[in-house]
């Protein structure tokens, strides 16, 4: 699946940016947290960020914060994108 956010990804000449954290969630551990339940990144910087169903939803924050739309699974084994400005996988 895709939707308009995602017309750069799909480019053969996009390039993933590196996580900016692997450890964990960036923004838990800079809190001196660790109470993610699942990783997503940004595919627009990197940025690693924890799921809504963690506490503080860091990678939904991440997204308004800055208007990066899509993220994917930063979990072992799993290759799904999410948009959230059309709230699908994509």
């Given at each position: 699946m895709a939707c308009t956010h995602t017309t750069t990804f799909d480019?053969?000449?996009?390039?993933?940016?590196?996580?900016?954290q692997t450890g964990g969630c960036a923004d838990?551990?800079?809190a001196g947290e660790r109470v993610w339940a699942h990783l997503r990144m940004c595919l627009d910087c990197g940025h690693v960020?924890?799921?809504d169903s963690s506490p503080h939803r860091h990678a939904?924050?991440?997204?308004?914060?800055?208007?990066?739309?899509?993220i994917r699974s930063f979990e072992p084994g799993e290759a799904w994108r999410w948009c959230f400005?059309?709230?699908?996988?994509?």
């Open positions: 480019s053969p000449a996009w390039a993933e940016p590196s996580p900016d838990c551990l800079a960020a924890c799921c939904s924050v991440h997204a308004k914060e800055t208007g990066h739309a899509v400005l059309d709230e699908a996988v994509v």
